[in-house]
């Protein structure tokens, strides 16, 4: 897939047009999804090669993206490893116990690649579907999997977790240490399974400060980046725009950027990193002629990076249109650079 329009963007390399694909394009938005789904608890379905093989090409058949990203949650690797974590409809991971202090670690394994078999099967799968569309393999970033280990779910302020942070820094260290060999070996996993691009998803990493990032976060980014050196990697924080240079010094080759902040001003902040965004996703509900002043906005705006791949500022909403979606990939597909 070297020659692919993902991978060459990811590489720097001016492209005819931007690539484009949207985080969480196989999910709640699609009533086919919803379909194959029911009945069926998330975790389970990321654990069937057969499923995960569907639903990650049921955004590439209906919409004809540029790239395919692998059907799998960012607490998979936790629970292969044998974290006691589900998935509760409206609610989102639940620990069911949370780490609070060092005598916790403990109950977080390193993971092989033996307990994640089933992902070997589901992207050796889809590398024999996709014909010429990339595969992009993904995780979740360890400030973000450990925020849900120590507070045992979603959480508004992240009080436990930044207490453990700043309180026992050695704890925190470690336990963050733990979770990105998990992490790192997770993706290792899809990359020699076949997958041709890489995604480290920070959800949570805007609830930090600049500082914080910067000592307790990043050296665990860079290290599972440093991990998965063969592909291009992408690296996406919520709420990063502050720290983005910090984002990009982690190392990989494209930094991801929500709607926040323009790609034009992104780029001057990280000169010579490939670009991801970042239509805003609750812009898909406005009219056409919003959409498509926006769509053409940011593709202007990513002409300022060296490489720029069309995406949302975050994940695809569950009451998005998809026809609205076919429209967005026409637009983009359509723009000469």
Request: hydrophobic share 45%; with cysteine.
């Amino acid at each position: 897939m070297n020659d692919s329009l993902l991978v060459r963007a990811c590489r720097g390399e001016r492209t005819e047009r931007p690539p484009v694909w949207f985080m969480r394009q196989a999910g709640r938005s699609l009533p086919e999804y919803r379909k194959v789904r029911e009945g069926v608890p998330m975790l389970e379905s990321c654990r069937r090669p057969d499923m995960v093989v569907e639903i990650t090409m049921q955004p590439v058949r209906r919409y004809g993206v540029d790239a395919a990203i692998f059907f799998s949650d960012i607490v998979v690797p936790l629970r292969a490893a044998g974290v006691d974590v589900e998935i509760k409809p409206g609610v989102g991971p639940v620990v069911a116990e949370p780490v609070r202090g060092r005598s916790d670690l403990d109950r977080l394994p390193p993971l092989t690649p033996d307990d994640v078999a089933f992902v070997t099967e589901s992207v050796q799968g889809l590398v024999g579907e996709l014909g010429g569309t990339p595969l992009i393999g993904f995780a979740g970033a360890p400030f973000t999997l450990a925020s849900y280990l120590v507070e045992g779910g979603p959480s508004r302020h992240y009080e436990r977790t930044k207490a453990l942070m700043h309180s026992e820094p050695d704890t925190w260290n470690e336990l963050l240490a733990r979770v990105a060999q998990i992490t790192a070996t997770f993706l290792r996993v899809q990359i020699d399974a076949g997958a041709d691009v890489v995604q480290l998803f920070d959800s949570w990493a805007g609830a930090l400060s600049r500082s914080e990032y910067e000592r307790y976060v990043l050296p665990h980014s860079a290290a599972v980046l440093a991990e998965v050196t063969d592909v291009p990697r992408i690296h996406f924080g919520v709420g990063t725009s502050e720290f983005l240079p910090l984002i990009a010094e982690a190392g990989a080759e494209v930094v991801g950027v929500d709607w926040r902040l323009p790609l034009d001003e992104a780029a001057r902040r990280v000169p010579g990193a490939s670009l991801q965004g970042n239509l805003d996703p609750a812009l898909l509900l406005a009219d056409w002629t919003v959409i498509e002043a926006d769509v053409d906005r940011i593709v202007g705006e990513g002409r300022a990076a060296p490489g720029h791949v069309f995406n949302l500022g975050h994940g695809v909403l569950p009451s998005t249109d998809p026809d609205v979606l076919a429209r967005v990939v026409e637009r983009v597909q359509r723009v000469a650079s």
